[in-house]
T-cell receptor, first 116, second 111 residues
Framework: EAQVTQNPRYLITVTGKKLTVTCSQN?????MSWYRQDPGLGLRQIYY???????DKGDVPEGYKVSRKEKRNFPLILESPSPNQTSLYFC???????????????FGNGTRLTVT | RKEVEQDPGPFNVPEGATVAFNCTYS??????FFWYRQDCRKEPKLLMSVYSSGNEDGRFTAQLNRASQYISLLIRDSKLSDSATYLC????????????FGPGTRLSVLP
């Protein structure tokens, strides 16, 4: 089954304790991205990757890191989590479009992170 | 002005009603437009792409007006299962897949 898999689904941690949220897709998609969703603010892009070893900042990258060593995986790293990073996180992937057309995003089922 | 704005909602409609959602975007260079639906605390799922000529998928019709930078979604004969938040999604520029999401409009279809 074609899917984007995030782990864990739920995570409670304490301020300053490094954590990684994993994301993997089995659709051979070039493009992957991370979003956070907060009440009243909607979905905001954290980082995205156009392909292996190519990553770039989104709208809210502060406090996050990513890596893209393999095409299928795009982990999100919080080196020193803080309470303002408590949020619902989504990973998404898509094909890279050809000839100016764009491909819709496929989302993972989310990671609810609480930082105390 | 926000990049993508939507009707604030929520919309509460009876089963069988027709409901329309509106979305405006600020970047005239935007090329791609989508409607997603999101059930409570779940991942957004693609409902439909929006094409220049307008497009229909069963009970759902999407329209695009580039001159007014406006997108709409019409749901006919609404079902209880249509209750969700509807997100308008627009690409930000001509490079890559840099999308911006609207805040969403929540729909509740009532029996």
């Amino acid at each position: 089954e074609a899917q984007v898999t995030q782990n864990p689904r739920y995570l409670i941690t304490v301020t300053g304790k490094k954590l990684t949220v994993t994301c993997s897709q089995n659709m051979n998609h070039e493009y992957m991205s991370w979003y956070r969703q907060d009440p009243g603010l909607g979905l905001r892009q954290i980082y995205y990757s156009m392909n292996v070893e190519v990553t770039d900042k989104g709208d809210v990258p502060e406090g996050y890191k990513v890596s893209r060593k393999e095409k299928r995986n795009f982990p999100l790293i919080l080196e020193s989590p803080s309470p303002n990073q408590t949020s619902l996180y989504f990973c998404a992937s898509s094909l890279t479009p050809l000839r100016g057309r764009y491909s819709p995003l496929h989302f993972g089922n989310g990671t609810r992170l609480t930082v105390t | 002005r926000k990049e993508v704005e939507q009707d604030p909602g929520p919309f509460n409609v009876p089963e069988g009603a027709t409901v329309a959602f509106n979305c405006t975007y600020s970047n005239s260079a935007s090329q791609s437009f989508f409607w997603y639906r999101q059930d409570c605390r779940k991942e957004p799922k693609l409902l439909m792409s929006v094409y220049s000529s307008g497009n229909e998928d069963g009970r759902f019709t999407a329209q695009l007006n580039r001159a007014s930078q406006y997108i709409s979604l019409l749901i006919r004969d609404s079902k209880l299962s249509d209750s969700a938040t509807y997100l308008c999604v627009v690409n930000r520029d001509n490079y890559g897949q840099n999308f911006v999401f609207g805040p969403g409009t929540r729909l509740s279809v009532l029996p």
